[in-house]
């Protein structure tokens, strides 16, 4: 008999709002035998069914649910529609050229992600039953995206957790990962095979658009930069000068490349830590009329969110102090664990240890591509300030 899990008393509620995890600890019982990867029927305390997801003993989520009637099953039809429909969601949104096309549980493909960049596509595998199925994904993105090539970046750190070992490579034979596209109405270039996550940070898409109007004079620094989305921006805003800092001279080697594609020559690169490089301005008296921060997630667990909130709080007053009065902070947190209450009270924490009076102009949150299902708090990691100092 297939796995059948029955979840204790009260546990049941997340998952008929539309969450898809169920979490070892919320069950009382498994039945019926099988392997890890396998499809299991979940049901609540008194055996009302509730769904079917992919199972792996291995994980602390026993269950990840995508098939909600009882009659339906995992055969290629699913994985097509399932892609089809995210797809459609996204032109209906009126994109064309680079943008998440699945986005896990939120497209009812959980431990997927597809991104597309033009004519080729970047893959994310994350779950051990998703893995095991990844030929009918890749069947349903030919069918559905029709892309020149797909490359596979299921190398997260997350995966160990499902007991999978990472993956990286072209799909179905080689070809040349580095493309161009148009973002905002700007030509990036990004490499699919080497790119942070799946190539780019598509989720800021929106996000870059949005600075612009505080870019339109002055100096810019742009802190934590990669492959220079914000730079780019600024430039086309009118910014007389912009300074990109990184860590990776690949990241800035992308600036300088996506900074010709654009024509622009007023972006000079810095290479260090940012850390270290604000002290160094901050001492000299520098100051900047936009200061942007978009900063790697700091913690990757609930118990990291400590130490994570002490780093946001030293950029941040930084940031701060190295704006020019009257000019604008523009601030960011990928970590999911860093919450927007989090986030916000270490902004006003900072913002009273910088002797400055700030001013919030602009709250978002990750592009409309990357949806947030209201009952999975998960799908909401970004969180994006526009902030005035005084």
Known sequence: MAYQVFLKKKEDGRIRAGHAWVYANEVQEIRGDGKNGDLAEVFDCHGAFLGKGYINHLSKILVRLFIRDRAGTDDQALFTERVRAAHDARTSLGLTEAYRVVFDQADDLPGVVIDRYGDLVSLQIHSLGMDRNRDKIVTAIREVLAPRGI????????????????????????????????????????????????????????????????????????????????????????????????????????????????????????????FTLLRGFHREGRQFHTVILDPPAFCKSIDQVRDALRGYRDVNLLGMKLTQPGGYLVTASCSRFVTQTLFRKMLREAAAASGRRVRLLETK????????????????????????IM
């Open 365 to 388: 949150a990750q592009a409309s591509d990357h949806p947030v299902l209201l009952a999975a708090d998960e799908n909401e990691y970004l969180k994006f300030y526009v902030l005035q």
């Open 151 to 274: 490359y596979e970046r299921s190398d997260a750190p997350v995966r160990a957790r499902e007991g999978l070992p990472p993956v990286s490579g072209p799909v179905g034979g080689a070809f040349d990962p580095v493309t161009s596209f148009r973002e905002n109405g700007l030509l990036f270039r990004t490499d699919l095979a080497n790119g942070q996550k799946t190539g780019y940070f598509l989720d800021q898409r929106e996000n870059r658009l949005a600075v612009r109007r505080y870019c339109t004079g002055g100096s810019v620094l742009d802190c934590f930069c990669n492959a220079g989305g914000f730079s780019m921006n600024a430039a086309f805003a009118g910014a007389e000068r912009i300074l990109a800092l990184d860590a990776s001279e690949s990241a800035l080697e992308d600036v300088k490349a996506n900074a010709a594609l654009n024509g622009f020559t007023n972006i000079e690169t810095v290479r260090g830590d940012a």
